[in-house]
């Protein structure tokens, strides 16, 4: 029993020297705010144990660190080993179901981030006032039903929750404007998720790939503090529709282990590019350009 107790003192020690010689001046705090398709792409092709999931319930990060690892964080984890940096990601809901409602449409990040900002939560939700001093890289992204874009309506309303091509620009523009009221802060923005043909009409998915091709053509500046991940055009590769071998099943539009396996690995490329080189050195799909 003492040499056990003298081996866990050891190695406790160990891992303060360890810990207090890891590069501090590289240490990059980034959020990632998603719903489920990025909870998919977090944990990658690794398995959530029923273990993590009923810690998960009580305490997010503390299931995170028993059980099942998001192959995301583990990634990111080994790039730190290798390159000497302390990147530290955390991810949660946003916004959560309750009480703002399980909504991540162009409206909602306008409607938190813009209409309601201030340093002040809106609802219980964290505005870029609050989040920024704290995350100096900040992920955000929508779920696949961004995609059901209806016709427009007579006339364009920033502040309509309606989903249409003339509603989602203005709000992105607004949103745009925003973001770059903290220069300091490192955005990116996921393109998509996109929809399974089975669960969207053709004319939906066509206003979804002229809005996100909008994004990418228009709406995105060079030399700003907004970087984009393509993961649109990861799901369709070029098509209208997410891929039925990439998705859970032809009619769930939610992406498998296989896909966000092979997805996960790219979004690191990206970030850590971004974080380091202003995304200099990757595609918007998170392929080296060298």
């Not at 107790?5 to 360890?18: C, K, P, Q, S």
């Not at 998603?34 to 997010?60: D, F, M, P, Y």
């Not at 053709?202 to 984009?228: P, Q, T």
Request: net charge negative; hydrophobic share 35%.
């Amino acid at each position: 029993m003492k040499r056990l107790i003298h081996y866990t003192i050891v190695a406790i020690t160990l891992i303060l020297i360890f810990s207090c010689n890891r590069n501090t001046e590289s240490t990059i705090n980034i959020a990632f705010l998603h719903h489920s398709t990025g909870n998919l792409i977090w944990w990658g092709s690794n398995e959530i144990s029923l273990l993590t999931r009923a810690v998960r319930k009580i305490n997010r990060d503390l299931g995170d660190a028993v059980g099942s690892k998001p192959e995301l964080k583990l990634l990111l984890n080994e790039y730190n080993r290798q390159n000497d940096k302390n990147y530290l990601i955390e991810e949660f809901a946003f916004p959560k179901e309750s009480p703002y409602g399980w909504k991540n449409y162009p409206y909602d990040y306008y409607n938190i981030w813009v209409k309601n900002q201030g340093n002040d939560p809106y609802m219980d939700e964290p505005t870029l006032e609050i989040l920024t001093k704290k995350y100096q890289v900040i992920i955000f992204k929508h779920c696949f039903p961004v995609c059901s874009i209806e016709e427009p309506t007579d006339s364009a309303d920033v502040n309509s929750e309606i989903k249409t091509l003339p509603n989602y620009k203005l709000q992105y523009l607004a949103l745009r404007d925003k973001l770059n009221d903290f220069p300091e802060t490192k955005f990116i923005l996921f393109t998509g998720a996109a929809r399974v043909q089975e669960s969207i009409s053709e004319g939906e998915a066509l206003r979804a790939a002229e809005f996100f091709i909008w994004v990418k053509e228009d709406w995105d500046l060079e030399g700003d503090n907004i970087y984009l991940w393509d993961l649109y055009d990861l799901q369709t590769e070029g098509s209208l529709y997410f891929k039925d071998e990439y998705a859970v099943s032809p009619s769930n539009s939610h992406p498998n282990k296989f896909f966000a396996g092979k997805v996960v690995k790219l979004l690191v490329n990206r970030l850590t590019d971004i974080i380091e080189n202003d995304g200099a050195k990757t595609n918007l799909k998170g392929e080296p350009t060298d």
